[in-house]
């Protein structure tokens, strides 16, 4: 079973830049299409971006468009997202996973597991 272990998470001015990494914890995630996910306080888990396997065709949220980077090293196993400009609204625990297409959107693939995820803060 392959584990996400995300890391890079800490705090920020609005409009600073923070880059986050989601490793592999057992089976190699070179295969996978995948994703992240934010959840904010008090409020639902939701998508942010999507990278497939094989082509590393990128998916992204309206919100963060133009300002969020998904890439991966498949060599180093690692996912990464670069965030750009982040917003006061912005901080949340950010999660990697695992991801299949549903409904127009990505979703965690329900057979893999969600990482400890990594808090993201931003002050105005």
């Known amino acids: 079973q392959v584990q996400p272990v995300e890391s890079g998470g800490g705090l920020v001015q609005a409009g600073d830049s923070l880059s986050l990494s989601c490793a592999a914890s057992?089976?190699?995630?070179?295969?996978?299409?995948m994703g992240w996910f934010r959840q904010a306080p008090g409020k639902e888990r939701v998508f942010v971006a999507a990278?497939?396997?094989?082509?590393?065709?990128?998916t992204y949220a309206d919100s963060v468009k133009g300002r969020f980077t998904i890439s991966r090293d498949s060599a180093k196993n690692t996912v990464y997202l670069q965030m750009n400009g982040l917003k006061p609204e912005e901080p949340a625990v950010y999660y990697c996973?695992?991801?299949?297409?549903?409904?127009?959107?990505?979703?965690?693939?329900?057979?893999?597991?969600w990482g400890q995820g990594t808090q993201v803060t931003v002050s105005s």
């Open positions: 996973a695992p991801v299949k297409r549903a409904g127009g959107t990505w979703i965690k693939d329900p057979f893999r597991s």
């Open positions: 057992g089976r190699t995630f070179s295969t996978y299409d």
């Open positions: 990278i497939t396997w094989p082509g590393d065709s990128t």
